[in-house]
């Protein structure tokens, strides 16, 4: 799956109320996909568990994620392991964190 593929996805999420835990590890879903699923946090109120590893997301995609992560309480585990987010990235989602405590 790719960019186009998650955003449909998230297209979706924005209205599911049920689905909690989401697997998309080892996809190429990059930055762009990425921050189409950030915004789905602007709305969603169920889902807990998140794994984005090895999905090529690079520092604007993570920028966007930690943004969006400062206005949601329900997000509890974020597994981003094996992007190349770089300093920006660390910087934003620590901020996200600091932000959500």
């Not at 599911?16 to 990059?30: A, S």
Request: net charge negative; no cysteine.
């Amino acid at each position: 799956m790719g960019a186009a593929g998650l955003t449909s996805i998230a297209e979706g999420l924005r209205t599911n109320t049920t689905l909690e835990k989401m697997y998309i590890g080892d996809n190429q879903v990059m930055d762009a996909g990425v921050t189409a699923l950030a915004k789905v946090f602007e709305v969603n109120t169920t889902l807990r568990k998140l794994d984005l590893s090895k999905s090529g997301v690079g520092p604007q995609g993570t920028t966007a994620l930690a943004e969006a992560l400062k206005s949601s309480s329900t997000l509890a585990n974020l597994y981003f392991e094996h992007n190349a987010i770089g300093d920006e990235g660390a910087t934003a989602l620590a901020s996200s964190l600091d932000a959500s405590m």
